[in-house]
């Protein structure tokens, strides 16, 4: 069974840094690739972050690019978000998402997802 | 990057109509286009991928259609657990990018 579990969320004040983690079970890293998704409060669904499965490739959305590094422990099936320069406009539920497999990106496993708040 | 725009923005639906949803990418993403649906507090769920394809567990009452840059979502006759927020979102290259959403309520 397929389980995805993010924690780490927590309140940071604005220049903060925070890391989050995806701990995943059920399927291995290299078979699939697996990104963050974030939501903002009220807003909509905005995907942030990819690792891919087979190799060490990441990929980033503009809007994140240069503050957030994605990087992945094999052994101990998790994946991480490291947060720095955070501001107000990364306040989000902070998801972690399975894609199908390596090049089919369309998420059939998503985590609860954990909260992100950053104000002073 | 690829643009995905949804329409409408909210669409007022009786239970046991008919609904359709709409989603258009700035560029052809081919026939990799997934919709999930979300409801308040919760994660999304996969409805669709590759355009037309059901997800496991998801009634045939949700069926999808489209290619290149118009898709589809139509529910055929809403139940009350239908309604939520439903999202495209295109995985034909990267970045990945989701469309705005459309929130479907009881008339």
């Known amino acids: 069974e397929v389980q995805v579990l993010e924690s780490g969320g927590d309140l940071v004040e604005p220049g903060g840094s925070l890391r989050l983690s995806c701990a995943v079970s059920g399927f291995t890293f290299d078979t699939c690739d697996v990104s963050w998704v974030r939501q903002a409060p009220g807003k909509g669904l905005e995907w942030v972050s990819g690792?891919?499965?087979?190799?060490?490739?990441?990929y980033y959305a503009d809007s994140v690019k240069g503050r957030f590094t994605v990087s992945r422990d094999n052994s101990k099936n998790t994946l991480y978000l490291q947060m720095n320069s955070l501001r107000a406009e990364d306040t989000a539920v902070y998801y972690c998402a399975k894609g199908y497999r390596t090049g089919w990106n369309y998420f059939d496993f998503w985590g609860q997802g954990t909260l992100v708040t950053v104000s002073s | 990057e690829i643009v995905m725009t949804q329409s409408p923005a909210t669409l007022s639906v009786s239970p046991g109509e008919g609904a359709t949803l709409s989603c258009r990418a700035s560029q052809t993403v081919s026939s990799d286009l997934a919709w999930y649906q979300q409801k308040p507090g919760q994660a999304p769920r996969l409805l669709i991928y590759?355009?037309?394809t059901r997800a496991t567990g998801i009634p045939a009452r949700f069926s999808g259609s489209g290619s290149g840059t118009e898709f589809t979502l139509t529910i055929s006759s809403l139940q009350s657990e239908d309604f939520g927020f439903y999202y495209c979102q295109h995985y034909n290259k990267w970045p990945l990018t989701f469309g705005g959403g459309t929130k479907v309520e009881i008339k």
């Open positions: 590759g355009a037309s």
């Open positions: 690792f891919r499965g087979n190799g060490d490739k990441t």
